[in-house]
């Protein structure tokens, strides 16, 4: 493998996907350029006026001089637009890309699979014990393929391979179904003898992280097929507003894609664990794309193709809508690199071992401001509020330090996120020497300075999550 308090329930059980165009911003009314071309003679269709464009009217290219650019544009003008020609132009260049997505779409499609499970329970009974099955369906998403064995790695939910009621908690029988796929799963008896499904294992994971990595070796379907391996992208430089689609299993159907936006780029929200046990905070983001039952591990994907989250809850509350939510892919990112390295250290199964350093931190200031792109960012100053007794931080850090920093291994990550500090606490690993930058009052009482502080951390530090 390569380096890589509300009613929520977990998503857990040709393409149709509907995008809207980029319309003008326009005092008082919304404006279409096509509803422009039509007033200023074009006749055809929205797509014929979209190839028109560009020349292309599928005939002869002659429907491409019934409405120049400057025409368009000084219509736009007359009905209120108050850019420039240029700010026109890439109006009309969004237009067309709009319509154009679906090569897109075909990469992340190939790269998320339906996953069912199958589940054992042993009932006693007074003459003999029976054996039931109970099944579920999910999605995943290949992080890494390689076609010439037939193996693969897929990233999923834990709830999805996960039953409460069976007898090994996590299921011995897992397939996945690439999109277009016969599904020969069945809930009957909990397996595929069709064919069909690709047989997948578990190898690690971690409950309180909804995470799961399964494995897929020497399959032949997997050496014939068109699947590939998602592009992960940054969901710590994603803004709010941003277009994003779905894709996963939804309502178990098979593979399919919904559209809608970034709502919240970061939040955290309380949901009960698999096991039943514990209530625990995950960070997601939200997004209005529909998420539905069976949507549970699959992908949220940016309008580059770039996986930025894996969906894994929704708001049923009633009368919400479009409440739905995903896990951010940077923190996933670091989670299966740790899984991954707990098993190359001998573990029959992986598992998350993360780094405590013992402090407990809260906000000094948090600001929203417009970034030199004109979009929503928010900046974060965090401090240290208290040290716990006898951890790694324990006569290190001291009360009222503001963290700025981390450096791991040469490498520098400046915090303008809280949350960016809990994530990179997860790449730290046993005897790993770590600096943090804080800024700290100075002795004199009068000022701040800057301060590095390098801990060690050893095995004492780490806490286990499986």
Known sequence: MKKWTKTIVCALCGVIAAFSLASCNLQGEVVNAYDIAVKNGFTGTEKEWLLSLNGRDGKDGEDGKDVT?????????????EGTKLDFIKHLVAEYNANNETTTIAKTVTSVVSIFCGFERTVKGYLNNRTEITSSGGSGVIVDIDYNSGSAYIVTNYHVVYSLESDTGISQSIYLYPYGSLCGFSSQTGRDDTGFGIKAEFIGGAMDYDVA????????LIKDSHLTAA???????VKVGEKTFAVGNS???????????????????TMTSSDGKRAVGYRVMRTDASVNHGNSGGGLFDLE????????????EDETDNICYALPITQVKYLLQNIWDTLQSGQKTGYVSRAMLGIETTFSDSSLYIDAEGELAVKETFYVRNVTANSAADGVFQTMDIIQAITIDGVKTEFFRRYLMQDIMLTIRKGDSVVFTVLRDKQSGVGKETVELTITFDENDFVKYA
């Open 231 to 237: 592009k992960f992208g940054d969901s710590n430089t």
């Open 69 to 81: 650019v400057d025409e368009l544009f000084a219509a736009a003008k007359a009905e209120g637009f």
């Open 251 to 269: 309502n178990g159907l098979g593979v399919s894609v919904t559209s809608g936006i970034v709502s919240v780029d970061s939040e955290t929200i």
């Open 305 to 316: 193709g770039n996986l930025i989250g894996i969906t894994n809850a929704k708001n049923v």
């Open 213 to 220: 990595l399964l494995k897929v070796t020497g399959s032949e």
